[in-house]
């Protein structure tokens, strides 16, 4: 009888740590019916060489740069954002309170870029314009959404650009 109360306990194990796995597994919804646009960050330019730029992610993970002023990549690229950067967007914005953010920082001044986001996910969709008094959550944010979609292979549409 001690046999079968030990396999008994480890298929009982075995079986908990499955069902964890797929509580924890999370399905991500990326857009909406009424909108495809996912994701988006402009930075737009300023009196120096601030680089100026549009990355724009639909629901499907298609994505489109259209680099302007001082831009690392200048012209139109395309690329493919795979699932998982796009859960990590939206995973990330969530986790610094981007949803709960104020619409707009900004103020009297003339010669600061902005920066604008937007994510549009589990049914939820904010845009935040940042330029001045910007909170340090939004600026990491930012920068890590550079950094992942930095990452992804875009490819030039216009090599007249």
């Known amino acids: 009888m001690r046999p079968f109360s030990l ?6 194990l075995c079986s908990a740590c499955g069902q964890q796995q ?5 399905n991500h919804t990326f857009g909406s019916a009424a909108d495809a646009l996912f994701f988006s960050l402009e930075r737009t330019p300023c009196f120096g060489k601030c680089p100026a ?10 994505a489109v740069y259209t680099g302007r002023t001082f831009a690392d990549r200048p012209g139109t690229w395309k690329a493919r ?3 998982a950067t ?3 967007l939206l995973e990330r914005a969530s986790a610094i309170g981007f949803f709960a953010m104020e619409d707009r920082y900004d103020g009297p001044v003339t010669d600061l870029p902005s920066t604008i986001i937007r994510v549009n996910g589990d ?6 314009l940042a330029r ?8 990491t944010f930012a920068a890590y959404a550079d950094s992942l979609l930095d990452r ?4 030039r549409v216009h090599a007249e650009d």
Do not use: N
């Open 53 to 62: 730029y549009l990355i724009t992610v639909d629901r499907e993970g298609a």
């Open 86 to 88: 796009m859960a990590a």
């Open 81 to 83: 954002v795979d699932q």
């Open 7 to 12: 396999t008994t306990l480890v298929l009982v």
């Open 132 to 139: 001045y008094k910007t909170p340090p959550a939004f600026k």
């Open 152 to 155: 992804v292979a875009w490819e």
């Open 22 to 26: 797929r509580v924890t597994a999370t």
């Open 123 to 128: 049914g939820r969709d904010k845009q935040v």
